[in-house]
């Protein structure tokens, strides 16, 4: 687990923002001069679009996110995934007004490689440049760690992971007797809570982290009341591991700090206007591509087994809402409520042409037209019948959690292998776990992601029946 450490204020965030409007604008204009080729209104208009279309997509995939703190290599992916972002909508917007072909494929293709690799270089020589003045004690800020546990030690692993920060570690305190004058990853612990105030008078470090455990409350009053005394930066990083909220987001309100415990990326309008455009549109796409298919399908299934083509279930969605889910009719019986019994292998309920349904994933097709009328996702958690929710809401803990985004019809779990029958509650635990981790950690890219990989992998499964 790596803590990032987010600076109070930082300048360059602003000037990040200013050259990536900038530079593509200056790298298409530089190249078409350097190849000698005529300077139209139309390239202008590209690299104009260029700059504010990679802004809008860095901030959508948290480039100027706490940047300080992230290695590198994070940021140069971050940086490709903005720019890929920023090339699509680009050909998107050059194929709506049906002018690609006036534009050159060398200039275009230029641009397009050039630029990612300046805006990384640029970000590496700012980092060289700091990590230098750095390296050479200038703007080194000692730092004193309260509490040598799991918190403290990985707020000191991610100093030490980040030495271009500027942070000097020059020591732990802790009350256990067992670490006094020992070492931690070659950090010393200096002494005990006693010995915090005397030092902080002393001016032995210039900002000091609390990071012990909530359960000492009366502590960490008393600690402070000292320290008021003293000119050092005091700074409070809570327990995350106690209650697992290594993955809470803070906001506030009106200044008063807020834990969001269970919480998306998705839950602000931004990203949900963003999502929906993304189901929208390739949804709409997929049913037109897929039309024939559908056909095809509703025909062998009316011919080879008695009943309507098209199954609809009842299912938890957004927020525990019912929706019904969409599914081409795969077994004889249509079990839709308070006790539905699971697919196995063999199963005497499937059709004839149902095994082949259920292990292609292609009687989930219909379900994009769920996603059409915004009740579904094509990437979320899969939707369970409302009886299995109603039984693994009591057995398996934060369940419910996977509500907080619409259902999907592909997702996480499913291209990690956990898909088709869940007979026990291990597996049930594990499709959880993925599904809360896609929450946790939803993107774009991520959807691109799994979307790309469904079509690899995703669609046929030996543990679907």
Not at 308 to 333: A, C, D, E, H, W
Not at 366 to 380: A, E, R
Request: charged share 20%; net charge positive.
């Amino acid at each position: 687990m790596h803590i990032t450490i987010k600076p109070d204020t930082s300048g360059f965030v602003w000037l990040h923002r200013l050259v990536d409007i900038l530079m593509p604008f200056l790298l298409l204009y530089g190249i078409i001069e350097t190849l000698n080729y005529p300077w139209a209104e139309r390239y202008a208009i590209m690299g104009i679009l260029g700059g504010f279309v990679f802004v809008a997509s860095a901030q959508v995939v948290g480039i100027y996110q706490n940047w300080r703190g992230r290695p590198f290599f994070n940021s140069v992916k971050m940086i490709l995934k903005g720019w890929a972002l920023t090339w699509g909508i680009l050909i998107v917007i050059a194929f709506l007004y049906k002018d690609a072909n006036n534009f050159s494929r060398l200039v275009v293709g230029l641009w397009a490689i050039i630029t990612p690799i300046t805006l990384i270089g640029y970000r590496l020589f700012i980092r060289l440049i700091l990590s230098k003045y750095r390296m050479q004690g200038k703007n080194v800020r000692k730092i004193a760690i309260i509490g040598a546990g799991k918190v403290g030690q990985h707020l000191a692993l991610a100093i030490q992971n980040t030495p271009w920060l500027g942070y000097k570690i020059v020591g732990f305190y802790d009350d256990n007797t067992d670490l006094q004058n020992t070492q931690i990853e070659n950090i010393p612990v200096v002494g005990n809570l006693n010995q915090v105030y005397q030092d902080a008078k002393e001016c032995t470090f210039d900002e000091l982290y609390i990071c012990l455990p909530l359960r000492v409350e009366n502590k960490i009053k008393q600690l402070l009341n000292q320290l008021t005394n003293t000119t050092a930066v005091v700074k409070y990083i809570p327990d995350l591991f106690s209650f697992d909220l290594m993955h809470a987001k803070w906001t506030d309100l009106k200044g008063i700090p807020i834990i969001s415990v269970f919480d998306t990326p998705i839950n602000n309008t931004t990203a949900r206007l963003i999502k929906r455009s993304e189901d929208f549109m390739l949804s709409l796409v997929i049913l037109i591509l897929i039309s024939p298919i559908l056909l095809v399908v509703s025909i062998l299934i009316k011919a080879t087994s008695p009943g309507p083509v098209i199954f609809k279930q009842k299912r938890y969605g957004l927020n525990g809402q019912q929706i019904k889910v969409y599914k081409f009719r795969s077994m004889t019986t249509q079990d839709n409520g308070s006790v539905i019994k699971q697919a196995t292998k063999n199963d005497a309920r499937i059709t004839p042409i149902g095994g082949f349904l259920r292990r292609t994933s292609l009687d989930e097709l219909p379900q994009f037209i769920n996603v059409l009328q915004g009740k579904m996702s094509i990437v979320g958690p899969r939707p369970h019948a409302v009886a299995h929710n109603e039984e693994f809401r009591q057995l398996v803990p934060k369940y419910m959690q996977r509500h907080l985004v619409k259902p999907g019809i592909t997702g996480w779990a499913q291209i990690n292998g956990w898909r088709g029958e869940t007979d026990t509650l291990e597996k049930m635990e594990k499709r959880i776990e993925y599904d809360l981790h896609y929450i946790n950690n939803w993107s774009l890219w991520l959807d691109i992601k799994i979307i790309i990989l469904t079509i690899f992998k995703g669609f046929i499964n030996k543990n679907a029946y």
